[in-house]
């Protein structure tokens, strides 16, 4: 009898495992091959090699890019250099990425940035808010950007205990398997929050308090990562990891896939859900963030290259 339940229990272990494994197979999407959706008038970022994960564009066509993004089980094509975070000025006729300069007192060698969000005061001042990841820690670093001579100045390290997830200490919203890219409507009414493993975006009504009711769930068959807002339209774009599976294995051959979304009339009834540009990773791997002005796409990766589209 002792053998009879061991083995029984041997069983049904495995069989415990296996369907966690089949369950995290499905979360990754590992069995999806993207169709390609090309545009005309690409081409890569020159001198970003080693990722773009975040992109995030002011009103007057300035992008900030951050790179260099070293995570646990991703590869990295530049692991003994510290992250940066690059410039683009998207009103020049063919925009270069230049990599700003910070100021001294800043721990650069263990810089690792992640995402990246910029705020503009009354007096016209940029401020840039990047989450950083030193020995894989999550801090988040307060910069000035200094348009005199395109270089950031550290203000404050934030920390806090609680600050195991760098998207905030205060829960004001439950229920996700993997919140990740988060964004606001252009009114600042609604919250988006793009829940990367269970493949959909939530739309959340945001109230004075800073308390958030869920207001409704787009499903989609992608990884959804980043959310940038077109301030102009509010429409959502996204860059999406059709295969999330090959982020994880490092095979030459068979590389992980890009692919970018656009969501319109996400708050009415039937959203508008189009395919901008899908790659099977032979140009662009891994694509993490899509945004726009003017015409203009900048698609960004985790650990790869940045490409630039007129549209």
């Known amino acids: 009898m002792g053998k009879l339940l061991a083995v029984a229990l041997v069983g049904i272990a495995a069989a415990l495992v296996a369907e966690r494994l089949l369950a995290f197979r499905n979360r990754l999407n590992?069995?999806?091959?993207?169709?390609?959706?090309?545009?005309?008038?690409?081409?890569?970022?020159?001198?970003?090699?080693?990722?773009?994960?975040?992109?995030?564009?002011?009103?007057?066509?300035?992008?900030?890019?951050?790179?260099?993004?070293?995570?646990?089980?991703?590869?990295?094509?530049?692991?003994?250099?510290?992250g940066e975070i690059f410039l683009m000025d998207l009103n020049e006729n063919n925009p270069r990425a230049v990599a700003l300069r910070i100021s001294r007192g800043f721990d650069l060698a263990s810089f690792n940035p992640h995402g990246i969000s910029t705020y503009i005061d009354k007096?016209?001042?940029?401020?840039?808010?990047?989450?950083?990841?030193?020995?894989?820690?999550?801090?988040?670093?307060l910069f000035k950007f200094m348009e005199d001579d395109n270089s950031l100045l550290h203000?404050?390290?934030?920390?806090?205990?609680?600050?195991?997830?760098?998207?905030?200490?205060?829960?004001?919203?439950?229920?996700?398997?993997?919140?990740?890219?988060?964004?606001?409507?252009?009114?600042?009414?609604?919250?988006?929050?793009a829940d990367?493993?269970?493949?959909?975006?939530?739309?959340?009504?945001?109230?004075?308090?800073?308390?958030?009711?869920?207001v409704k769930t787009?499903?989609?068959?992608?990884?959804?990562?980043?959310?940038?807002?077109d301030p102009q339209t509010g429409d959502i774009w996204t860059g999406c990891h059709p295969n999330g599976m090959k982020l994880f294995f490092d095979d030459p051959d068979n590389p992980p896939a890009s692919e970018v979304l656009r969501?319109?009339?996400?708050?009415?009834?039937?959203?508008?859900?189009?395919?901008i540009y899908a790659d099977d990773g032979s140009v662009l791997q891994g694509s993490s963030v899509a945004a726009v002005y003017e015409g203009k796409l900048?698609?960004?990766?985790?650990?790869?290259?940045?490409?630039?589209?007129?549209?």
């Not at 940029?126 to 988040?140: A, D, E, G, I, R």
């Not at 900048?298 to 549209?311: P, Q, R, S």
């Open 298 to 311: 900048l698609v960004g990766t985790i650990f790869h290259k940045a490409l630039y589209c007129e549209l």
């Open 30 to 82: 590992a069995s999806r091959e993207v169709a390609p959706v090309t545009l005309p008038n690409c081409r890569l970022v020159k001198g970003i090699e080693a990722g773009s994960e975040d992109i995030d564009i002011l009103p007057n066509g300035l992008a900030f890019i951050s790179s260099g993004l070293k995570y646990p089980g991703l590869k990295s094509f530049a692991p003994d250099k510290p």
């Open 155 to 193: 203000l404050k390290t934030i920390r806090h205990d609680l600050l195991t997830s760098p998207k905030g200490v205060k829960e004001v919203a439950a229920g996700f398997y993997s919140a990740n890219g988060i964004n606001t409507s252009p009114d600042r009414k609604y919250i988006y929050v």
């Open 196 to 214: 990367v493993f269970d493949h959909n975006v939530h739309v959340m009504e945001k109230h004075a308090n800073w308390s958030l009711t869920h």
């Open 218 to 229: 787009l499903q989609l068959d992608t990884l959804v990562d980043n959310l940038y807002i």
């Open 263 to 275: 969501i319109q009339d996400v708050l009415g009834e039937q959203p508008v859900v189009t395919r």
């Open 123 to 141: 007096d016209d001042t940029v401020y840039l808010f990047v989450v950083n990841h030193p020995q894989h820690k999550s801090t988040v670093e």
